[in-house]
């Protein structure tokens, strides 16, 4: 059974960088949409990015230009760099995927999800 650890959360400043991993315990990147999705306390979880079979990747607005979402499919394990980081980053951060293509997943519903890492961004 596919598991995904992510690893990199920690308490950072306005304006910081931060680099998120999650790493999968079977190969589970080259076959899967990838997606990282973040949920603060009493919200609903929402979609950040994610990263395709062939490499495409998408954006929330809110992090566009932002973070950048990538993958070593040699390592199982996929990366978000996050630069100039807001209070409003603050969350709890999963990754999660799902077989195939990302056009067939709404990414809220993707099959297989870490444990999260928690961000905190303070001013």
């Known amino acids: 059974q596919v598991q995904l650890v992510e690893s990199g959360g920690g308490s950072v400043q306005v304006g910081g960088s931060l680099t998120l991993s999650c790493t999968a315990s079977?190969?589970?990147?080259?076959?899967?949409?990838m997606g990282w999705l973040r949920q603060v306390t009493g919200k609903e979880r929402e979609g950040v990015a994610a990263i395709d079979l062939d490499d495409g990747t998408s954006y929330a607005d809110s992090v566009m230009g932002r973070f950048t979402i990538s993958k070593d499919n040699a390592k199982n394990t996929m990366y978000l760099q996050m630069n100039m980081l807001k209070p409003e980053d603050t969350a709890m951060y999963y990754c999660a995927a799902g077989p195939g293509f990302c056009g067939t997943w709404v990414l809220e519903h993707l099959e297989i999800w870490g444990q999260g890492t928690q961000v905190t961004v303070s001013s």
């Open positions: 079977g190969n589970v990147h080259s076959g899967h949409c």
